[in-house]
Nanobody, 123 residues
Framework: QVQLVESGGGLVQPGGSLRLSCAAS????????IGWFRQAPGKERERVSC????????TYADSVKGRFTISRDNAKNTVYLQMNSLKPEDTAVYYC????????????????WGQGTQVTVSS
C-alpha cells in the first residue's frame, strides 16, 4: 500500500524549532521529488518547499527562506523539513507530497499525499 506519513508536528513557542518528517511506504521515495505544503484555516494551500529526487534542486517560499531547510535521506525513505525561528503565521497543517519529477512537483502534478501534521506556533 502506497503511503506518505508526516510526523513531528506540535505546539511550539514563537522563535522555536520543529523538524517534520515525511516517511514513505509502498514505493521508493528516492525516485520522487518531494514537496512540503501547508494550509491554515480559511487560507489556500501554500507550497512551502520542494526537493528533487537527488537533492540537487530545492525551492522555498519567500515566507520561509532562511528559516526552513528541506533535506532527504533516501536510504531511510524519508524527507525532512527543519523549521527554525517559527512565527505564529507558520501555524497550519503541513502536508508532504510526492511527484515523479521535479517539474511535475512544481506544476501541480503530484502522485501521492500524506494526511498532514498540525504545527501550532503560539505563546
Amino acid at each position: 500500500q502506497v503511503q506518505l506519513v508526516e510526523s513531528g508536528g506540535g505546539l511550539v513557542q514563537p522563535g522555536g524549532s520543529l523538524r517534520l518528517s515525511c516517511a514513505a511506504s509502498g514505493f521508493t521515495l528516492g525516485a520522487y521529488a518531494i514537496g512540503w505544503f501547508r494550509q491554515a484555516p480559511g487560507k489556500e494551500r501554500e507550497r512551502v518547499s520542494c526537493i528533487s529526487s537527488s537533492s540537487g534542486r530545492t525551492t522555498y517560499a519567500d515566507s520561509v527562506k532562511g528559516r526552513f531547510t528541506i533535506s532527504r535521506d533516501n536510504a531511510k525513505n524519508t524527507v525532512y523539513l527543519q523549521m527554525n525561528s517559527l512565527k505564529p503565521e507558520d501555524t497550519a497543517v503541513y502536508y508532504c507530497a510526492a511527484a515523479s519529477s521535479f517539474s511535475k512537483m512544481l506544476t501541480g502534478r503530484r502522485d501521492y499525499w500524506g494526511q498532514g501534521t498540525q504545527v501550532t506556533v503560539s505563546s
